[in-house]
């Protein structure tokens, strides 16, 4: 069973940085690319990010891009999400989530999720 | 960047009713993906590729469509179908969502 556990979430001062984990079982983490997904409470949802299967290739909207950064750790099968630079308008449940296929930009599998709340 | 637009906002059918709802794209995309969200859980992938059944979706559901215009159908409404339903495209990046559509039963 495909399982994706986000941590790290909380309560951050605008213009502070917090750093998200998601840990992947279930399946062969380092085959498939993986995403960060937001939604604003009692909003829709945004594509935030994108990380190759290897690492090497990383995609952005420009909504994030320069403050956030994705990573993974495929022996730990990890994903990260570094955000710097917070703004109120990062506030939002930030779900982990697995591509379907490599090449695939529809997301098959998705964690419960971590909160992230900017204010001060 | 692509536009989804989602109608209705909302909406309300009956158990046993037909109900249809519609994605348009600003421009052509090749298919389009859907995700069921229930209140108080994350999305769920429901139907992609414009109309292949993700497991374990009941075969009520189905999904058509093409270049600009999509739709998910429900055949005959059930309780455990009210939910938020997101549409979404990734043939042209950056992937972006539609801003939703919950229906409710009635």
Known sequence: ?120 | EIVLTQSPTTMAASPGEKVTLTCRASSSVSYMHWYQQRSGTSPKLWIYETSKLASGVPNRFSGSGSGTSYSLTINSMETEDAATYYCQQGSSYPPTFGSGTKLEIK
């Not at chain 1, 952005?60 to 891009?65: F, T």
């Not at chain 1, 022996?75 to 999400?81: D, T």
């Open chain 1, 1 to 120: 069973e495909v399982q994706l556990v986000e941590s790290g979430g909380g309560l951050v001062q605008p213009g502070r940085s917090l750093k998200l984990s998601c840990a992947a079982s279930g399946f062969t983490f380092s085959n498939y690319y993986m995403a960060w997904v937001r939604q604003a409470p009692k909003k829709g949802l945004e594509w935030v990010a994108t990380i190759s299967t290897s690492g090497s290739r990383t995609y952005y909207p420009d909504s994030v891009k320069g403050r956030f950064t994705i990573s993974r750790d495929n022996a730990k099968s990890s994903l990260y999400l570094q955000m710097n630079s917070l703004k109120s308008e990062d506030t939002a449940t930030y779900y982990c989530a697995r591509h379907d296929r490599v090449g695939a930009w529809w997301f098959a599998y998705w964690g419960q999720g971590t909160l992230v709340t900017v204010s001060s």
